[in-house]
């Protein structure tokens, strides 16, 4: 969840080399917000104000994204830093077509059946290799509700509401 217009994007699973730079593990499907220049914040706490660091140099590597900030040049500090979470200013995110959504957008937002029925609340997301699925919790049960066109009916981020047509047997 974003803490004062940050969000989350990547962790630190490891440091990389002698000179500072690090393996990140990647929460979306887009290179952009690693890019060279970027100013990344580095948090153990999502509640921390954490540091601010600028990208010095960044590079796709296997399932991975190798990352060297300013500032962090030995591999011992590096290391300190493992477990740590990378946040970006969500303002610096960029523009997503229409009826897409970042997934911050989207937890929290209460489900509706198309007849009116209250399902419950986005508590969380899965991704799948086809579509991310939906968690929806009430104080009765858990339902997942897969992100289909053909499934989700309305997204309004205004009213906090998504409205569905459940799949048969749901």
């Not at 730079?21 to 948090?43: D, P, R, V």
């Not at 600028?54 to 500032?71: D, P, Q, T």
């Not at 205004?158 to 047509?165: A, E, L, P, Q, S």
Request: net charge negative; charged share 25%; glycine share 8%.
């Amino acid at each position: 969840m974003s803490k004062k217009g940050f969000l989350p994007i990547g962790k630190i699973v490891n440091a990389h080399g002698i000179h500072g730079a690090m393996k990140i593990y990647s929460y979306s499907g887009t290179f952009s917000a690693f890019e060279t220049g970027n100013t990344l914040c580095i948090k153990n706490d999502p509640d921390s104000a954490g540091s601010s660091y600028r990208i010095k140099w960044s590079a796709l590597h296997s399932r991975f994204i190798l990352v060297e900030f300013e500032g962090i040049d030995s591999r011992v500090l590096a290391q300190s830093l493992k477990g740590y979470e990378l946040f970006i200013e969500k303002a610096k995110l960029p523009r997503l077509e229409d009826k897409t959504y970042y997934w911050d957008d989207i937890i929290g937002l209460n489900v509706y059946t198309a007849d009116g029925d209250f399902l419950g609340v986005i508590e969380s997301i899965i991704q799948t290799g086809s579509n991310d699925v939906y968690v929806v919790k009430n104080e009765e049960k858990e339902v997942l509700i897969p992100a289909l066109e053909s499934v989700v009916l309305d997204i309004d981020l205004d009213c906090k509401t998504i409205k569905v047509k459940l799949p048969e047997g749901l």
